[in-house]
C-alpha cells in the first residue's frame, strides 16, 4: 500500500476539529506548525476573511485512508470552499527504522513493501522530526555524511503520548522539523549517520524519512560538484581501458 506526507494548510481557528477528524480516522500522530498567508487585504475582504493566520500540518497517511479523510474535510470540514483551506499528498520513499514507521501509521492497515523509487529522480527530500532544540545533534549527525544544509521549523506534535508503547520512550510535544535536500545516492547514508547519532537513543529522539524531488532550482554549486565527480570518474574508466 503507497505510503504520503498529508499536508494540511487552513486558519488556525479549525485546526482542533481538523485534528478530531483525523485522529476519528486513526491519523493519530500529527506535526503542526504555525503560517500566515499572504493574500491582500482587498482579497480577503473580497472572500469574507477576517484574517490570514495559517497553522500547517504534518502527518503520515496511507493511500487507502486518504479518500476517506478527504471525504471528510470536504463534508465535515468544507475544505473545499474558498478560504477555508488545502490538503494534499506527497509520496514518501522511505521512512528510517521499523518501530518510527508503526509508530506513524498505527491502525492505518499499512502493508511495507520494497522502497518505492520515483523514475528520473536524482535528489530526495529529507524530513527529521526532532525534540525541539537538538537540531544541531541532528544536522551534526547529517552532515558527517555528507549534508550540506538544512532548513528547520518549529512544531508542536499531536499523538506522542503514544510513543513509549511503540519506541519504548516518551517524546516531548515540542518539535522541531528540518528540511534537507540531497542527492538520492546518499540518502541512505544520511539517513543512517542520523538515526545513529541523533535517533531514538540520543536527547534528540529524531523520526527521519524521505520524499522524492522531482526537479530543483539554486543547487548549482551541488550539480556542479556532481559534474565534476562524475566526470573524474569517466576518466579513470578511460584511463583503466587504456
Not at 547514508?189 to 529522539?205: C, D, F, T
Request: include cysteine; charged fraction near 25%.
Amino acid at each position: 500500500m503507497p505510503l504520503y506526507l498529508m499536508i494540511t494548510i487552513a486558519d488556525r481557528a479549525r485546526f482542533p476539529g481538523i485534528i478530531a477528524l483525523y485522529q476519528q480516522r486513526n491519523v493519530l500522530s500529527s506535526f503542526i506548525t504555525l503560517g500566515h498567508g499572504t493574500a491582500t487585504g482587498e482579497l480577503l475582504n473580497y472572500f469574507g476573511l477576517d484574517n490570514s493566520e495559517k497553522a500547517v500540518c504534518f502527518s503520515v497517511i496511507t493511500g487507502g485512508l486518504w479518500t476517506r479523510v478527504k471525504q471528510d474535510l470536504e463534508r465535515k470540514i468544507h475544505i473545499d470552499v474558498p478560504g477555508v483551506g488545502v490538503a494534499f499528498i506527497v509520496p514518501m520513499s522511505s521512512i528510517g527504522g521499523k518501530r518510527e514507521l508503526a509508530f506513524l501509521t498505527e491502525k492505518q492497515g499499512f502493508e511495507k513493501k520494497e522502497e518505492s523509487v520515483m523514475q528520473g529522480t536524482t535528489r530526495e527530500l529529507l524530513v527529521i522530526i526532532s525534540n525541539q532544540g537538538f537540531n544541531d545533534l541532528v544536522m551534526d549527525a547529517a552532515r558527517a555524511a555528507g549534508a550540506h544544509g538544512g532548513t528547520v521549523l518549529h512544531a508542536r506534535g499531536t499523538g506522542m503520548e503514544r510513543a513509549e508503547r511503540f519506541l519504548g520512550i516518551s517524546l516531548a510535544s515540542e518539535k522541531d522539523i528540518t528540511f534537507i535536500v540531497t542527492k538520492s545516492s546518499e540518502k541512505n547514508n544520511i539517513m543512517r549517520s542520523v538515526m545513529e547519532k541523533a535517533g531514538m537513543e540520543s536527547m534528540a529522539k529524531s523520526i527521519v524519512f524521505s520524499l522524492p524531488v522531482t526537479s530543483t532550482a539554486g543547487l548549482r554549486l551541488l550539480d556542479d560538484d556532481e559534474h565534476n565527480e562524475n566526470q573524474a570518474n569517466q576518466e579513470n574508466q578511460d584511463d583503466i581501458n587504456k
